[in-house]
């Protein structure tokens, strides 16, 4: 397999993995990508590795451009290991180059791998290396996505080479944004976001500020997961969202994602759905039995209203509604206004719990409804106006 020269003599060695279709529990259907850098300069160097079982295809790639021997230094911007697996391959190829990374960076190698004889250039935020013609820079990044990221710059090319921030889970033919449907792309940087960085969007925020405090003239975003943005416009689109993102901003647009074993839950999930719907609201309802808790949090990651519901099941809350609440604890969306309902047969509460977990998140208001049994037309009134009630209170 061959590198693909992405700006003149920068070249992009990574791999593809079409088959990936969940990364540690984040539904991935269409794959993703380890998306790795070679600089073929006077000082050659590479920008992050692949994950392990893809390491034969990430030195393909490199042997087809680069002698093992030349290669003068091995920047590692992130040890999560989608990024560092093919690392101790390819120090075992080229022992005699320095590994550039920050000090959690060495750290987390060194608590990962035998590092026993490779030399460390442990370099922090606004440090230069002269490579030749030119000079590559670091932000780090502290978790993005982990308290060792960081990101390198190019700095006469303008390449800010980002690692896991502003990537996508998408994996094509395509090498850069503009090659592919742009629409498709966003979707999945949305989602990559709303997974794997929402925790961290105060982080984010930093980011970009650090960005913008080196005063990184960036004309090009090639992330370790997915395409490429290339140019001005791609470039300000993603960090323009990322912004509205890092903020926790949200849309006029509801959430109802519930469960249900006897239908009296989906009762209520109708019910709620038509309210919002009458409100002129955007709202979309997800059943937790068919859809997949990593694409209800990419739509909850905007939303102003998060409506969930649950069946009681041995006394407990729905165990798939449990999962997804558990996925939501660990993402801490934020600024949202919150409402649980549902059903139980003989002992009431577990809808409490649901409101609850809202309100350790610390959402703006919170509210609950439930119900013994199948809801008839009155309760399901009632329940309708305390909802038609809930949303008043916001206009
Ligand atoms: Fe793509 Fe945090 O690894």
Redesign the pocket.
Known sequence: MKAVEIKKDIYWVGAKDWNLRE?HGYNTPDGST?NAYLIMDKNITLVDGVKHYMTEEQLSRMKSVVDFNELKYVVVN?V????SGSIPQIMKLAPQAEIVTNMAGKQALEAHYDTTGWNFKVIKTGDVINIGSRNITFLTTPML??PD?MMTYVVEDKVLMS??GF?QHLCCEALFVKDYPNDLVFKNAKSYYAN?LMPFGKQAQKALSGASELKLDIDMIAP??GLIWSGKEEVNQILSAYGYWAEGKSENKAVVVYDTMWGATAKLAETAMAEFQDAGINVIKYNLGITHISDVMTEVLDAKYVLVGTPTLNNQIFPRVAGFLTYMKGLQPQNKKGFAFGSYGWKPGVVMEVKKVMDDLGWIKTEAFEEKYTPKSDVLEKFALQLRNFIKSDN
């Open positions: 990364f380890y992130h999560e290991q989608d990024h996505h982990w990221s690692n896991d990537g794997i370790s997961h």
